[in-house]
Structure formats: C-alpha cells, structure tokens
Nanobody, 126 residues
Framework: QEQLVESGGGSVQTGGSLRLSCGTS????????MGWFRQAPGKGREFVSA????????YYSDSVKGRFTISRDNAKNTLYLQMESLKPEDTAVYYC???????????????????WGQGTQVTVSS
C-alpha cells in the first residue's frame, strides 16, 4: 500500500537549482532507506543518491557529489533532493524509491528498492 509521489521538477538553465520532493503515504512505517534515481531518454536508470532510514548516512554518485544534497523529514514522510549547479547532463526523469525491511544489497542498485514513484522531469538547458 506504500505510495511515493515526486514533485518539484521543471526546466532551468545551466547553473540553476531545483528541489525535488517525494511524498510517501500508506504504510510508511515499513519504509527504510530511500533514494533517487534518474533516467535519460534511451538510457537505463542511474543511481543518484541514497539516505538511510534515520537520515544520518547519505550516499552520492560521483557525478553529483558536491552539487546535490539528499535529506528526509520522517515527521512529514517526505524525501528531498536539493540540486545545485545543474548541468545539461542532469536532464532526466527523476524517480524516488524506498527500501523495506526485506531489501538487501547496495542502495546503488535499483533492484534493492521495493517501491517507486512515477517520476518527475528535470530539464537543464544550456
């Protein structure tokens, strides 16, 4: 019954910023770690960032380190991705995802996530 809904996508110029949000509903107590993936046209889903259940440990792909910040507010059942210094290569559909108690394996693998949102488009123009 867990549901994830992304929002905050849009179009920005190179160097701009966006903040993505992912609201969760349903049996949110079953959600453990969460993450963000992205998919550009003609490509597979790419790991972007992940955060543990408490929000104390974070992970980033090399391509976004220093520019993106993942966070979560468990009281609001919401995951965030603050994106700074955006580049055209960041253009993609961004998906939030959640792990549950049965999830295993590295969070860099999309197969380790049990739930997925519908995605939100981010377009960065040069």
């Amino acid at each position: 019954q867990e549901q994830l809904v992304e929002s905050g996508g849009g179009s920005v110029q190179t160097g701009g910023s966006l903040r993505l949000s992912c609201g969760t509903s349903g049996r949110t107590s079953s959600i453990h770690g969460m993450g963000w993936f992205r998919q550009a046209p003609g490509k597979g889903r790419e790991f972007v960032s992940a955060i543990d259940r408490s929000g104390t440990r974070t992970y980033y792909s090399d391509s976004v380190k220093g520019r993106f910040t993942i966070s979560r507010d468990n009281a609001k059942n919401t995951l965030y991705l603050q994106m700074e210094s955006l580049k055209p290569e960041d253009t993609a559909v961004y998906y939030c995802a959640a792990r549950d108690i049965y999830s295993s394996g590295t969070s860099r693998s999309e197969g380790s996530f049990a739930y997925w949102g519908q995605g939100t488009q981010v377009t960065v123009s040069s």
